[in-house]
């Protein structure tokens, strides 16, 4: 199976682009919903955290508090090391049985952490969806709400844009209207069957 890696910086718009991809029948695996899947209630994972964090760290319905949760681990490296040790493996194997079962002509893989993790030794092609630092922060308080220092400090944890564009194979420029995302999409997507037919 050819693996794409779609990764951005928060708020940069992947969630847009896997919808082309999804229009055009090709299945996207999405990191983050794994990432929710594996701290469901009941889930050893979650039992994890509520016992180093305390009760408080779930909301009423027992579910993990993610706006609390992230607030400590962009404050605390210790705290944020610790669970990344807890849940990538976790993410990771839940990742690969998903490409195992895909269908499509290739696969993409939509992960915020992609390079930051070790989730890019899984791929065979990485594509980059880019907007200014500026526009992130915007885009993410419309989107999310929460404090704006939160969330400069969730873009300062990630990949500066420079080096994710680096490591880029592709980028689409998510800062146009959505007719040139569209046809930027287009000939990526075109080029991708090609490649994938290769393998």
Not at 60 to 78: A, V, Y
Not at 145 to 153: H, L, P, Q, V
């Amino acid at each position: 199976m050819y693996i794409v890696g779609l990764t951005g910086g928060i708020g940069s718009g992947k969630t847009t682009v896997s919808q082309f991809f999804l229009n055009n029948n090709i299945e996207v695996i999405n990191s983050d919903a794994i990432s929710r899947e594996v701290v469901q209630p009941g889930t050893n994972a979650l039992a994890k955290i509520e016992e180093r964090f305390g009760a408080e760290i779930l909301t009423g319905s027992k579910t993990l508090n993610r706006p609390r949760m992230r607030s400590i681990i962009f404050k605390d490296e210790d705290q944020k090391d610790w669970l990344e040790n807890l849940l990538h493996p976790l993410i990771r194997d839940a990742i690969n049985r998903s490409i195992a079962c895909a269908k499509s002509d290739y696969v993409v893989l939509e992960s915020p952490l992609l390079l930051e993790t070790d989730q890019h030794k899984l791929v065979d092609r990485i594509l980059v969806v880019d907007i200014s630092p500026k526009t992130q922060l915007e885009r993410t308080l419309a989107r999310d709400g929460g404090s704006k220092d939160t969330i400069k400090s969730i873009i300062d944890s990630q990949l500066t844009r420079s080096e994710r564009l680096n490591r880029a194979d592709d980028v689409i420029n998510n800062e146009q209207d959505i007719q040139s995302v569209q046809s930027e999409f287009e000939s990526i997507h075109r080029n991708y069957l090609i490649l994938a037919r290769q393998k």
